[in-house]
């Protein structure tokens, strides 16, 4: 915070304790310094909403607030100071530094300091771009294949589709799960569990798997989402965690309509919640997505020996 804003806030709280004589003077410092620490609070908030616009997500932007404050770390102190797991502080660290905001010593334990917010954030618009021309490949790619399809017979044309909300996935997601005959694979995050479960997605679910079909997911546990993954494994969800996993999101259903995440950052659980996911019913592309899933399931583990091993290291720290 800055000198002018602190002498506008401590003149303030000076008015206040004026106005309101009771307040004994002892109290006067505490006071003091309460408000100025939930100002420095909101101002951390403010910050950290304007680092996930540049392409953070909420971890990241976290992390390197913490670094640009306090200086230099290694990652149990951060570990500590974030409340999260050391596991997760390496996978930050390691995104951050694919995007050249954090810079790792050559030292042991290796130290990791935030690189100058300037430099930072024209890596991070550096990075942005470099997604963006990776979408624009992506929906060359779509195109050929689709101009590929083209003299099909019309019941066969290939639909293509953005889905721009939780409201819109929730939507197309349940019919879809209900008439699946044979097999469902999906590559998800943990919100998309909770949100499978708040809206009766995974009742639908269930049923196809009491039909006899087959439904597989990958996903990457934590501690927090234990008991989402618990109840997918209940209904008899063949589950496998991906541990570190930071490729793209994807569903396919029977071989056909694929789900392809293109923006998945999950703020918060709300039907308004904002994201972009392509829908297309192309059997051309669920081939390539299918074979991309059955790659990362053999590198994945069983689900349960994940819980076991998360339920074994505890909560947390703080």
């Given amino acids: 915070m800055d000198a002018e804003r602190k ?21 006067k410092a505490t006071f003091i310094y309460g408000l100025l620490h939930l100002v420095m609070m909101e101002d951390e908030a403010e910050f950290t909403t ?11 932007a976290q992390l390197y607030l913490h670094l640009l404050r306090y200086g230099p770390k290694t990652p149990s102190p ?35 300091a935030a690189v100058e917010l300037d430099a930072a954030l024209n890596a991070a618009v550096k990075q942005q771009e470099s ?36 409201k819109e996935l929730v939507g197309l997601s349940t019919p879809l799960a209900a008439a699946a005959k044979n097999e469902i694979i999906l590559v998800t995050p943990e919100e998309i569990i909770t949100i499978a479960s708040l809206f009766g997605i995974l009742e639908e679910v269930k049923s196809l798997i009491g039909r006899g079909g087959s439904f597989r997911m990958l996903t990457d546990v934590s ?19 991906l541990d570190s996993y930071q490729g793209v999101y994807f569903a396919v259903v029977d071989r056909k309509v694929c789900l392809h995440g293109i923006n998945m950052d999950i703020k918060h659980i709300s039907l308004s919640q904002p994201l972009a996911i392509l829908y297309a019913d192309d059997p051309t592309y669920a081939e ?10 053999q590198q994945a583990v069983p689900a349960a020996q994940r819980i076991e091993e998360l339920q074994k290291q505890g909560p947390p720290q703080g």
Avoid at 50 to 60: A, D, H, P, V, W
Avoid at 223 to 241: C, F, M, W
Avoid at 288 to 297: D, S
């Fill in 50 to 60: 304007r680092l996930i616009s540049f392409g953070l997500n909420e971890k990241e």
């Fill in 223 to 241: 501690y927090g989402g234990i008991e989402s993954t618990k109840e997918a494994l209940d209904i008899g969800e063949d589950v496998r965690h």
């Fill in 7 to 27: 002498a506008r806030y401590l003149e303030r709280s000076d008015t206040y304790l004026t106005k309101h004589g009771n307040v004994a003077q002892s109290n």
């Fill in 288 to 297: 390539y997505l299918i074979a991309t899933f059955e790659m990362l399931w």
């Fill in 131 to 166: 997604e963006l021309r990776e979408m624009e490949a992506r929906k060359r790619e779509l195109q050929e294949l689709a101009i590929q399809e083209r003299f099909r017979p019309s019941d066969e044309v290939t639909t293509f589709k953005i889905i721009k909300s939780i």
């Fill in 78 to 112: 951060l570990a500590k100071s974030l409340k999260t797991y050391r596991e997760d502080v390496h996978r930050t660290l390691t995104s951050l530094i694919e995007k050249g905001m954090v810079r790792p010593s050559l030292d042991s334990p290796t130290i990791y």
